[in-house]
């Protein structure tokens, strides 16, 4: 078992790789994504790990902290659940959105799929800062939150990622998870210095860190998690670690997995990147508490910026539906094909657009694995053309019956078996709905016409 507040050395879990895990010599704790792990039927990997004396960590993707909208209660508690059930140290989620629109502007609730970068203003503090504190106040243990890799910059933002950062963490008290991947991705797609953003960040709020593999196409790094973990990163990771001591670092990898010798011979390179960095004589200022003057200094007040402090609950409605307005734009340029809002780079929001969409596609595969085999060469084209005219609105599982319904209303790809694809969409489509509502109207027209053909 490791210390109390010292993780060690850990890879990402994942059920592909989960027997190569529990074999593999040195790990002391896992990170688990917290939304594949039911807390009534933990997977047996899991179990006997934590049997063996290694934490388990959830880490949840779908809560968008980061969002206009306050945290969803079930999400919340879906996520304190998972928490308790694994006996975990604390919990970690992400500083970005995952959906927009909806109440707060009046326009079709989308989501992303997908984590999305918060503008780094006044407003998106304010009102991360409020949904950070519901979810501290909702959890058993302690949150950490991780900065997210981004292709795209917001125009006009007004702080760099390691004052966003600070000032986050004096606020609300949350740790850090801090990705050295995407401080790299960072660097590449936006121009940003990783240097300076550990110069200004918290290093004493750090809770533990991430490191990814990528690789790099027309000038864009792609986060893929599914590559070795390049030079730069180590490079961040060790300028990193001759700051402050990391508490844990963990390898993740999501994709493209490899054999067990070649991630354990990325977890010695993490080790004894670390251990170089820690024997390494630190330079003055750089020991375990963030240095004078880094990110500490006030930035000069807004009309708003009272009440982030002397509000701990909430971040009031102004603030929020100007963030709802700005993140629903973006979010409906990337996904339902409008006009991009003024300021961004639309050919950097082309590439986003496509990254998402191709994202997409690749999680219906995994959670409707169906689908690419009756559709065999003609899902992804049909997906990707699908996607462009139909924005998802309700997560993965239901995308991928409102993909299956239309095709089966509109033509299927040529050599696709119709009958297959009907049978299942009738399947997992469930009863017709009993409500009167013109969803519900739709749903039984629809499975009426199938059911015809």
């Given at each position: 078992?490791?210390?109390?507040?010292?993780?060690?050395?850990?890879?990402?879990?994942?059920?592909?790789?989960?027997?190569?895990?529990?074999?593999?010599?040195?790990?002391?704790?896992?990170?688990?994504?917290?939304?594949?792990?039911?807390?009534?039927?933990?997977?047996?990997?899991?179990?006997?790990?934590?049997?063996?004396?290694?934490?388990?960590?959830?880490?949840?993707?779908?809560?968008?902290?980061?969002?206009?909208?306050?945290?969803?209660?079930?999400?919340?508690?879906?996520?304190?659940?998972?928490?308790?059930?694994?006996?975990?140290?604390?919990?970690?989620?992400?500083?970005?959105?995952?959906?927009?629109?909806?109440?707060?502007?009046?326009?079709?609730?989308?989501?992303?799929?997908?984590?999305?970068?918060?503008?780094?203003?006044?407003?998106?503090?304010?009102?991360?800062?409020?949904?950070?504190?519901?979810?501290?106040?909702?959890?058993?243990?302690?949150?950490?939150?991780?900065?997210?890799?981004?292709?795209?910059?917001?125009?006009?933002?007004?702080?760099?990622?390691?004052?966003?950062?600070?000032?986050?963490?004096?606020?609300?008290?949350?740790?850090?998870?801090?990705?050295?991947?995407?401080?790299?991705?960072?660097?590449?797609?936006?121009?940003?210095?990783?240097?300076?953003?550990?110069?200004?960040?918290?290093?004493?709020?750090?809770?533990?860190?991430?490191?990814?593999?990528?690789?790099?196409?027309?000038?864009?790094?792609?986060?893929?998690?599914?590559?070795?973990?390049?030079?730069?990163?180590?490079?961040?990771?060790?300028?990193?670690?001759?700051?402050?001591?990391?508490?844990?670092?963990?390898?993740?990898?999501?994709?493209?997995?490899?054999?067990?010798?070649?991630?354990?011979?990325?977890?010695?390179?993490?080790?004894?990147?670390?251990?170089?960095?820690?024997?390494?004589?630190?330079?003055?200022?750089?020991?375990?508490?963030?240095?004078?003057?880094?990110?500490?200094?006030?930035?000069?007040?807004?009309?708003?910026?009272?009440?982030?402090?002397?509000?701990?609950?909430?971040?009031?409605?102004?603030?929020?539906?100007?963030?709802?307005?700005a993140q629903a734009a973006l979010l409906s340029a990337l996904v339902a094909g409008t006009p991009a809002p003024e300021g961004f780079d639309r050919a950097r929001l082309g590439v986003q657009g496509r990254a998402l969409a191709a994202k997409r596609a690749d999680v219906v595969a995994k959670v409707a694995p169906e689908l690419p085999e009756i559709l065999a060469?003609?899902?992804?084209?049909?997906?990707?053309?699908?996607?462009?005219?139909?924005?998802?609105?309700?997560?993965?599982?239901?995308?991928?019956?409102?993909?299956?319904?239309?095709?089966?209303?509109?033509?299927?790809?040529?050599?696709?078996?119709?009958?297959?694809?009907?049978?299942?969409?009738?399947?997992?489509?469930?009863?017709?709905?009993?409500?009167?509502?013109?969803?519900?109207?739709?749903?039984?027209?629809t499975r009426k016409a199938l059911l015809r053909r």
């Amino acid at each position: 078992m490791t210390k109390p507040g010292r993780l060690g050395t850990g890879i990402g879990w994942r059920p592909e790789i989960a027997e190569a895990v529990e074999r593999m010599p040195g790990i002391d704790w896992v990170e688990a994504v917290a939304e594949n792990v039911c807390p009534g039927h933990l997977p047996e990997s899991l179990l006997r790990l934590r049997e063996r004396g290694v934490t388990v960590v959830p880490h949840g993707v779908s809560l968008g902290l980061g969002g206009a909208d306050r945290p969803d209660e079930a999400r919340l508690t879906a996520l304190a659940e998972r928490a308790e059930a694994l006996g975990s140290p604390l919990v970690t989620e992400h500083i970005a959105f995952v959906r927009a629109g909806g109440p707060l502007t009046a326009s079709p609730l989308l989501e992303a799929g997908h984590l999305l970068p918060v503008p780094r203003t006044r407003d998106a503090l304010r009102v991360l800062c409020a949904n950070v504190r519901a979810a501290q106040a909702a959890l058993p243990v302690p949150l950490a939150v991780e900065n997210i890799a981004a292709l795209i910059s917001w125009p006009g933002e007004e702080m760099t990622e390691g004052q966003f950062l600070y000032d986050l963490v004096d606020r609300t008290g949350v740790r850090l998870l801090i990705d050295v991947a995407n401080l790299h991705t960072n660097h590449v797609n936006r121009g940003e210095d990783p240097a300076r953003a550990l110069d200004e960040l918290p290093v004493e709020a750090i809770a533990y860190v991430h490191v990814a593999g990528g690789f790099e196409r027309d000038g864009v790094w792609h986060d893929s998690h599914a590559h070795p973990v390049p030079r730069p990163v180590l490079d961040i990771l060790a300028d990193l670690a001759s700051r402050v001591t990391p508490p844990g670092v963990l390898l993740e990898r999501d994709e493209n997995f490899p054999g067990p010798a070649e991630l354990e011979r990325e977890l010695t390179a993490i080790r004894e990147t670390v251990e170089k960095a820690e024997a390494a004589p630190r330079p003055a200022g750089r020991d375990s508490v963030a240095p004078a003057g880094s990110g500490t200094a006030p930035l000069a007040a807004g009309p708003d910026d009272a009440a982030a402090t002397d509000s701990p609950a909430d971040a009031g409605d102004a603030p929020r539906q100007r963030v709802a307005l700005a993140q629903a734009a973006l979010l409906s340029a990337l996904v339902a094909g409008t006009p991009a809002p003024e300021g961004f780079d639309r050919a950097r929001l082309g590439v986003q657009g496509r990254a998402l969409a191709a994202k997409r596609a690749d999680v219906v595969a995994k959670v409707a694995p169906e689908l690419p085999e009756i559709l065999a060469d003609g899902y992804r084209p049909a997906f990707l053309a699908y996607a462009q005219r139909r924005p998802m609105t309700g997560g993965y599982r239901r995308d991928a019956l409102d993909f299956a319904e239309h095709l089966l209303l509109t033509g299927l790809p040529e050599g696709a078996g119709t009958r297959r694809l009907r049978a299942w969409w009738l399947e997992r489509s469930g009863p017709a709905p009993l409500s009167g509502r013109p969803v519900a109207r739709l749903a039984r027209a629809t499975r009426k016409a199938l059911l015809r053909r």
